[in-house]
């Protein structure tokens, strides 16, 4: 379930300072990474995982495993279009290269103990 739904986020990104796009980066090059447990423990937020995964919020083993599963999948971010920080939420578009597809994505952030997470994601027109 994780998969699909890993594919339908966006790229994540922001400034130096951890803000939404930089998680965007993170995202993408812990994907290319195959680095579940940065994705899982640091980049995803836990209603995101359970909703995924069907795991209970905050089991961070179940995403970890479905992850770890995961083979080839490239991800390159082409641009960041426009970023929206509407206090602890934001929204990144994007347009990402996956698996050599030109793709625009769209991006959603939640803020949660001071740190950007990714909380979902959608192709825009989709």
Same mark, same amino acid.
């Given at each position: 379930?994780?998969?699909?739904?890993?594919? #339908?986020?966006? !790229?994540?990104?922001?400034? *130096?300072?951890?803000?939404?796009? @930089?998680?965007?980066?993170?995202?993408?090059?812990?994907?290319?990474? @195959?680095? #579940?447990?940065?994705?899982?423990?640091?980049?995803?937020?836990?209603?995101?995982?359970? $909703?995924?995964?069907? !795991?209970?919020?905050?089991? &961070?083993?179940?995403?970890?495993? @479905?992850?770890?599963?995961?083979?080839?999948?490239?991800?390159?971010?082409?641009?960041?279009?426009?970023?929206?920080?509407?206090? *602890?939420?934001?929204?990144?578009?994007?347009?990402?290269?996956?698996?050599?597809?030109? @793709?625009?994505?769209?991006?959603?952030?939640? $803020?949660?103990?001071?740190?950007?997470?990714? #909380?979902?994601?959608? &192709?825009?027109?989709?």
């Amino acid at each position: 379930m994780l998969v699909p739904a890993l594919l #339908a986020l966006p !790229a994540c990104g922001g400034g *130096d300072d951890g803000g939404p796009e @930089q998680i965007v980066r993170e995202f993408i090059d812990a994907t290319n990474a @195959q680095d #579940a447990e940065k994705l899982c423990d640091e980049l995803l937020s836990p209603a995101f995982i359970a $909703k995924t995964t069907g !795991a209970k919020e905050g089991d &961070t083993d179940t995403c970890k495993k @479905q992850l770890g599963a995961v083979r080839g999948l490239r991800l390159r971010l082409v641009e960041v279009r426009k970023t929206d920080v509407d206090g *602890d939420s934001a929204t990144v578009s994007a347009v990402l290269r996956v698996d050599g597809a030109r @793709q625009a994505r769209q991006f959603e952030l939640t $803020k949660q103990d001071g740190d950007w997470k990714l #909380a979902g994601g959608s &192709t825009p027109g989709a």
